[in-house]
């Protein structure tokens, strides 16, 4: 399913913050490295399912990325470090341990919604973009 020069960044297609991040990652990818996945669609449940993932990982951006799943703060830093400009310099944040970068994500994410809201339904990317998305 992952093309080692197509990294899947799986994604909560409802929050208004995560689809930001999306079209983001678009603008700052222009190479069109990434594709992309809703965690609620067909390819991100099965990627869920796949990995033994539960339904709490919506709480995270998955990457997919040569047949290794990454979640939470070190799925966001391994995306910066293949944007354009300099978001790669943001991968040094890799040395802060896990356990403090995880619990800064968490907690920006468990207040995604009450910050920034959410959709009724997932995204629908125009159709310049679309070929980057799996379903």
């Given at each position: 399913?992952?093309n080692?020069?197509?990294?899947?960044?799986?994604?909560?297609?409802?929050?208004?913050?995560?689809?930001?991040?999306?079209?983001?990652?678009?603008?700052?990818?222009?190479?069109?490295?990434?594709?992309f996945?809703?965690?609620?669609?067909?390819?991100?449940?099965?990627?869920?399912?796949?990995?033994?993932?539960?339904?709490?990982q919506?709480?995270?951006?998955?990457?997919?990325?040569?047949?290794?799943?990454?979640?939470?703060?070190?799925?966001?830093?391994?995306?910066?470090?293949?944007?354009?400009?300099?978001?790669?310099?943001?991968?040094?944040?890799?040395?802060?341990?896990?356990?403090?970068?995880?619990?800064?994500?968490?907690?920006?994410?468990?207040?995604?919604?009450?910050?920034?809201?959410?959709?009724?339904?997932?995204?629908?990317?125009?159709?310049?973009?679309?070929?980057?998305?799996?379903?």
């Open positions: 399913m992952n080692p020069d197509h990294p899947i960044v799986f994604f909560d297609g409802i929050c208004n913050l995560c689809s930001s991040s999306v079209q983001f990652i678009i603008r700052n990818d222009p190479g069109k490295k990434f594709r996945a809703s965690l609620q669609g067909i390819t991100g449940q099965g990627i869920l399912k796949q990995y033994g993932l539960s339904q709490h919506l709480q995270s951006v998955l990457l997919l990325d040569s047949g290794k799943i990454f979640t939470r703060s070190t799925a966001a830093l391994k995306i910066a470090r293949k944007l354009s400009g300099g978001w790669p310099l943001m991968y040094a944040l890799i040395i802060v341990p896990p356990f403090i970068r995880n619990a800064v994500y968490n907690w920006i994410a468990t207040n995604r919604y009450q910050w920034f809201g959410k959709k009724e339904s997932c995204w629908i990317p125009n159709p310049g973009i679309q070929s980057l998305f799996l379903d």
